[in-house]
């Protein structure tokens, strides 16, 4: 209504309503002044009374002063009678009462006008909030009235890609974009609804926009009447939840095998180890040592992104705890390892650099070791080819070595990234070489 809107913005501007006020009383003392014959008070009344309406409380009280001094005026100078009678003294004081009673009332419009106005802005604010966690869940509204009219709200549209512009809301048009596998439930809710019989409160869904994309859509559903014909509902699109449900499933069957497979190569480690120690304190600082090595390659994996590893950070980590970062080459391209590649690769290099630091390069201040790597062949069918090489240790034995270590380097690790690995223990130091396809490093 323009009372409950435009008087607010009136009242917000005194002036204005002492201007108005001013206005009013000036023409009903001309109205008075250019017919003599009127009534005193015909003319005054509806001043009071609009400039209180136009300008509110203070408006009005100062017409009403304004006013009663001219019917004061006008009483006195109208010779129909003594001024100071009863009758002018009755007079002035029921004008006064009854403009008073204008002004009360004018007065309780005005509070009831703001008390309106705070509440429009409360359901205002309201309402904004709503449909900003609308949006933010990516949720949205309908409503089926009970002669079966189906409304949408914009966020509804903006789900399931329609133009409220151009389509109108239709159930037949929804249930074709529905899941063909989903159709048939969603139908048969439907049919219920119109039935007036209570449907599923929640159901989920596969649903196919214009453009193609499939998303997955949650119901939530109510009757407001006693018929049961009369429904809303509240429709959330669960795609994301979904796409990490199926996420941390696989992650879930990934980290199961990745135990396993752990668990196998836990288990041949402690029985290689067995067969190399030859005491009990030797056994547990061998294994200590070699599944503290099985931890920083799990580590690097997790505080990456869980599934791959860098070549050049997992050789740093592995080579670190030596002590020997100073004396160490590193050499080659950027190299995402799978989890599997890291994993064997770790163990690797801390058996080449446990060997190194007792018996090879590490073990003299000369000695040297470099680690290059490098990529040959076509994309397709890429080849990675790493170097460990030794310089300035002491003479190497030339005669081959049965222990886990050795398994290590030429069985378990090439076999794990599907390639082939050799050890050579030439008089300047240890060499391991392993070539492997590209995509036995990364898993692919």
Not at 22 to 42: E, H, Q, S, T, W
Not at 367 to 388: C, D, M, N, Q, Y
Request: proline letters at 5%; glycine letters at 8%; aromatic letters at 8%.
């Amino acid at each position: 209504m323009w009372i409950d809107r435009r008087l607010p913005s009136l009242r917000r501007h005194p002036a204005y309503g002492l201007l108005a006020a001013a206005v009013f009383v000036v023409i009903a003392a001309f109205l008075k002044l250019v017919m003599p014959g009127m009534l005193p008070f015909l003319t005054l009344y509806p001043a009071v009374l609009l400039s209180a309406f136009f300008g509110g409380r203070q408006a009005g009280i100062a017409a009403l002063i304004a006013c009663t001094a001219l019917a004061v005026y006008f009483l006195t100078t109208s010779g129909t009678g003594d001024a100071n009678g009863i009758w002018a003294v009755a007079a002035i004081i029921g004008f006064i009462i009854v403009c008073g009673l204008i002004l009360f009332v004018i007065d309780l419009l005005d509070k009831s006008i703001q008390r309106l106005e705070r509440e429009r802005r409360s359901l205002e604010l309201e309402r904004r909030r709503l449909e900003l966690a609308f949006k933010a869940a990516d949720m949205a509204s309908w409503e089926i009235k009970p002669d079966g009219t189906l409304t949408w709200d914009e966020n509804f549209y903006r789900l399931i890609g329609l133009d409220p512009a151009r389509d109108t809301p239709a159930a037949e048009r929804f249930l074709t974009m529905v899941h063909p596998e989903d159709r048939a439930r969603m139908s048969e809710a439907r049919s219920r609804m119109k039935q007036g019989e209570p449907p599923p409160p929640r159901d989920e869904y596969r649903f196919y926009r214009p453009d193609g994309k499939m998303i997955w859509l949650e119901n939530h559903r109510v009757s407001v009447d006693q018929e049961g014909r009369h429904f809303i509902g509240i429709t959330q699109d669960t795609t994301r939840r979904k796409q990490a449900e199926k996420r941390i499933t696989m992650l879930m069957r990934e980290l199961a095998h990745r135990v396993k497979n752990q668990y196998a190569v836990i288990l041949a480690m402690i029985r290689e180890t067995n067969k190399q120690a030859r005491s009990p304190e030797e056994f547990e600082a061998l294994i200590q040592s070699r599944i503290t090595a099985l931890s920083r390659s799990h580590d690097l994996l997790i505080n990456s992104d869980g599934e791959t590893a860098d070549l050049h950070s997992l050789i740093s980590t592995h080579l670190d705890s030596f002590g020997v970062r100073d004396r160490l080459e590193m050499n080659g391209p950027n190299v995402q390892l799978s989890a599997v590649a890291a994993q064997h690769l770790g163990m690797a290099f801390h058996e080449l650099a446990t060997n190194a630091t007792k018996h090879g390069a590490f073990s003299t201040v000369a000695g040297r070791v470099s680690v290059t790597w490098s990529h040959a062949g076509p994309p397709e069918a890429r080849v990675l080819t790493l170097r460990w090489e030794e310089t300035g240790g002491p003479e190497v034995d030339g005669k081959p070595s049965t222990g886990f270590g050795t398994k290590v380097l030429e069985q378990l690790t090439p076999s794990a990234l599907r390639g082939e690995a050799s050890v050579e223990r030439r008089s300047s130091g240890l060499i391991w070489q392993l070539t492997a396809p590209q995509s036995g490093f990364d898993g692919s």
